[in-house]
Each structure stands twice: as C-alpha cells, then as structure tokens.
C-alpha cells in the first residue's frame, strides 16, 4: 500500500495490525441483514476499530470525503498512495479482491471480476481465471480478458504510465522484455506473452518462477482492466473508464473529484461492493487545521488521506465528540531512511550514530504521544507481518527512547567523524508533524555534533525528490523523514520495494537507502519460494534482523492515529486490506 502513501504513499498513505478479535457483525456486503443505522448519532467511540459502525444498507445520499492531500493519481496502473487503493474500489475491479469485512478477515482474497480464485498449477508458475457474467464498463460492453491483459500490460509502459507499483513487471517478465503496449507492435496491442487470452473468459498468467503472493499483485489497482480504445496514455488519470459500481463526473487534480452511479453495474455481478451512497464527492484542502474544523462541523464525513488529526483537531474531537472517533492501529512505521550514497553515510558507523543520538521519545510526543503517534519502534516489519519480532539491535526500549550519547560519539569516532558532520533532513511539509518531527531529531542530533538543516519539501512532489536518487544525492538528503504500510501484508509486501536492490529506480525510487546487498536481496528470493507463511515469515525475519543491523533505516513509531467519522456515516469499519483505514467501498451515508 502506498512512502506512507499519504497514507501511501503505498506510499503514504492508511492496517493492519487491527485488533484480530473484530468481529463481522454486518454481511459481506457491508451492510448487515437488518439495518441498524441510528438516524444520524455518533456509532460510539472506537466502533468502527470493534466492529461496524454504525452498520445499514440504505442507499442515498452523498458521500463526502475532504483530504490534505490530492491522490498521486486516479489511473488505476499509476497509483500508490493507500487511500487511492481504497478510494479506486469504487470505479475500479480486479480479477481478486479483499473481503469486504472488518479487522484481520478483511486481508482475505476473494474472487472480484473472476468466478473463484485462481488455478494454479505448473508447480506455481501457472494461475488461470474464468471471468463471471455480467461484468460490464460503464458503456454497457462487457469486461474481457484482454481488457484485463491489456490494463496489467500498461505497467511496462514506464516512460507514460508512471508511479505505480513495479511487482507484475518482475514476475512476469523478470528480464524486461517486452516494452509496453504504446511500443508494441501486435496488430491488438497484446504481445506480452506472459498473459494469454484463449477467450474472452479467460486469462492465463505465466510466471518465470512461483511466487506464493502473486494472487496479492493482481488484488493492486495496478491489476484493473482498462479498455484499450478509451485509453488516453497519461492522460487517462483525467478520466478513468469505470468497471465499478461508480463512474467519474469529473476530476480537477488538487481541487476535488465527483462521482455518480454507473448505471450499467449490476450488483448480481459483484459480490464484493455495497454501493450504498448516489454521489461522492472529494474536496481537496490543503489546510489540515481547517480539514479538521469542517469535519468536526459536519460539512464532510470523513478524511481522504486518513492520516491522522492535528493535535488542535483531536483535542477538540475526544473533549467534545469522543463519540465521533476511532483510535487506529495501523501496520505503517514512521522511519528515517538513511542515504548511503550521500556522504558521511555510506560509513556503517556514521549511519550508527544517528541511531543512538536520536531522542525516540521526543519524536513520540511530536507524533502524538503512544496513543495519537504510536508505540516506538525498534525495527522495520510491522506486527502484522509474519517474521516480525522484537529485535532491537541499539537497545532503543531498554534506554527509554532517550539517546544513547556515549555510544553515538563512540561510533562517531569509528567513522572518523569525531567532531560530528552536517546532513540534511527532508521532510513532507503537508504530513501532519513530519516538519516537527524532523526538528526533534535535529535537536537531539546537535547534541552529539551532526548539524542537520531541515528542508521541507511537498509530499506531491516526493516521488521526484527523495525518489529519485540523483536528486537525493544533488541535494545532500542524507537523512529522509518518511512512512510506508504493506503493498500486500507478506515480508515481500512491505519490504522488497524498501530495501531490495533490484527495485533501486532512476524516479519513483522508494528504496531511498539504496541498499543493494546480495545476503537481503537472497532471503527475498529464498522467501518467494516458500510454500508455507511460517517458513517464510522465518525467512523474512533474518531478513529484517540483517536489515537492522546495516542501520539503512531508523523506524521511530509503529503508527497509530485518531480518525474522524462523521455521525451521517454508516458501515465505517478499519480494515486490515487498507492499512487501518477504512473500507471506503462499504461505506454510507444518513441522508
């Protein structure tokens, strides 16, 4: 999912670790089989991390969504914030998708566009899906296989069709082959030989060696149909063609976004979405004190980016409206990545230092505190993940989250930095507490002689600053204050686009360390060929210890954060599919 994909992000973005006791206590659907709404009153606090906030299947009204921050795109191949994966449920439809239920169960993978799961044969390297009756585009036409094909071939277009997640492309053709649609020269423009269409029911995929989380790679958007003669290139992000149970009004990038039914959608034909509202509408505001005041007054139901309320914004919502809030654990880890390709970093023990002199407790209480920022983390596997564990390498608990200043000059003096050195701290000026953040730690950091300048930069624009490694080392980013929550909750999920070396890119670079060591990049490679999650996840766990003690990344909080519901609002559960967040797709409204 998403740098924190705005709430990832994917990257920043919004869960899951949500709590694994929650209950469906609504049907699939997201409504229950009685409707319990209550005409417009608070569901409670925390009701919607218990349970289903206040849960109903009426139909009606506008559901409204105000955000800080603009989705990196609507065109399903191009996106990577979280809260676009959940938003693009709307219009968007892949072979499999997650189950439309609260906490842990919403993680699971069930048929979407497809009648079952796949088939997999071919000792893994096969998976083949027959498509369900009745799926249609917006025009009435029938959704193909080679809509599907043609969607998923877009992601090799990487010259036009930019930003998104990379995974189809290594597993399907891991030596680059094939260059795109744009570029290919098949009269139907569907020459990846990897996906087959025998007919227009059926799709065939090809892997060059299993992969257990494959299934997890078609669930992205990035999986999504598109129709080969609606496709504007880069500009098709204006107006995506909806497979959805909604379809675009319109769309303003930064300003806002309206969408209606799709009146061609039959619900006979989707098991998975509710379609409960007749409008929804996004409004961009870049003012986070603001989006937090027209909450709280009822002009919007609820934030878009799902990162959080400003600390003015919660002290007024849990003194005044506690009933209207949820408290979010999510599986995002705040962390700063350290640069090893800009000086003094590309020293272990340089890198070290910072480690002990950062004051892990001051970067909390920036955050929020435990509650509001999350509990300090000590390593970089969120706890939903299998393979995570408690290592902490720097003994970061055992001192407190305090600095450790006696072993930071120590490791100074190793690197030949006895004096310390000067670095540069970037941070996202529209992520709520990033800047502030960044500050402690330069506060802390002086205490031992690095003297680090702050550059606020806009979280928009992150993907051509810190993710692009020329820019990183031009600017002398040696330390880049981020966030990031699983693609799809595995160790490969969440990592690999981390600190693989193989996924190291000239733009939209999220292993920002740039670390490429051939021991990392192997436990990903033995981990992929486990069949059983167990074994796996003790492979990710070496992985993530060894990660560790390269000191690339420094993970200060495991996320949590205060969310706003409004009391219009029905069916709101966090779902551990998107991060915490809620499922947007289920949701409602009082009208």
Known sequence: MTPLRSSRTRRIAGAALVVAALTATAACGGGGSKDKDNGGKAAGYNAAVKGIANASAKKGGTLKFIGKQDFDSTDPQRQYYGMAWDFSRFYARQLVSYAPKPGAAGAELVPDLAKANGKVTDDGKTYTYELRD???????????????????????ATDVITGGPSYLRQVL????????????????????????????????????????????????????????????????????????????????????????????????????????????????????????????????????????????????????????????????????????????????DCRKAVIYAADYKSMQTVRGGPAAGGEIATNMLPKSIKGADDYDPYGILAR?????????????????????????????????????????????????????????????????????????????????????GPDFPTGQGFSQPLVDGRFIAPNGNYNVSETNDPKINKFFDDALKETDPEKAGEIYKQMNHAVADLAVQMPFIYEKNFTWRSSRLTNAYSTAAYNGRYDYVSLGVVK
């Open 400 to 484: 407190g989250g305090k600095p450790d200043v006696t072993k930071a000059k120590e490791a100074l003096k190793k690197c030949g930095k006895p004096e310390g050195f000067s670095t540069v701290i970037s941070a996202r000026s529209n992520n709520p507490g990033e800047v502030q953040t960044a500050e402690a730690l330069q506060q802390s950091l002086q205490a031992v002689g690095i003297k680090a300048e702050v550059e606020p930069i806009d979280g928009a624009e992150s993907s051509s600053i810190t993710g692009s490694p020329a820019v990183v080392k031009k600017r002398g980013l040696g330390l880049v204050m981020t966030g990031w």
């Open 134 to 156: 009745g799926i249609t585009w917006e025009d009435g036409t029938p959704i193909t296989s080679k809509d599907i094909k043609y969607g998923i071939e877009r992601i090799w």
């Open 173 to 348: 053709d891991p030596k680059n082959e094939y260059k795109g649609p744009y570029k290919d020269k098949s009269p139907d423009k569907l020459g990846l030989k990897a996906i087959e269409t025998p007919d227009d029911k059926t799709i065939v995929f090809k892997l060059a060696t299993p992969n257990g989380d494959f299934e997890q790679m078609l669930a992205m958007p990035a999986g999504s149909p598109v129709k080969q003669e609606k496709d504007t290139g880069a500009k098709y992000q204006l107006k995506p063609f909806s497979s959805g149970p909604y379809k675009f009004e319109s769309y303003t990038p930064k300003k806002g976004a309206v969408l209606v039914r799709n009146d061609k959608w039959q619900k006979s034909s989707d098991p998975i979405r509710a379609a409960l509202p007749d409008k929804i509408t996004v409004t961009i505001n870049s003012n986070i004190e603001a989006i937090d005041q027209l909450l709280i007054k009822g002009e919007y139901d609820l934030d878009l980016n799902a990162t959080g309320m400003s600390q003015s914004g919660r002290t007024t919502a849990l003194k005044q409206h506690k009933d209207n809030v949820d408290n979010i654990e999510t599986s995002f880890i705040r962390y700063v990545d350290i640069a090893t390709k800009v000086k003094p970093f590309d020293n272990v």
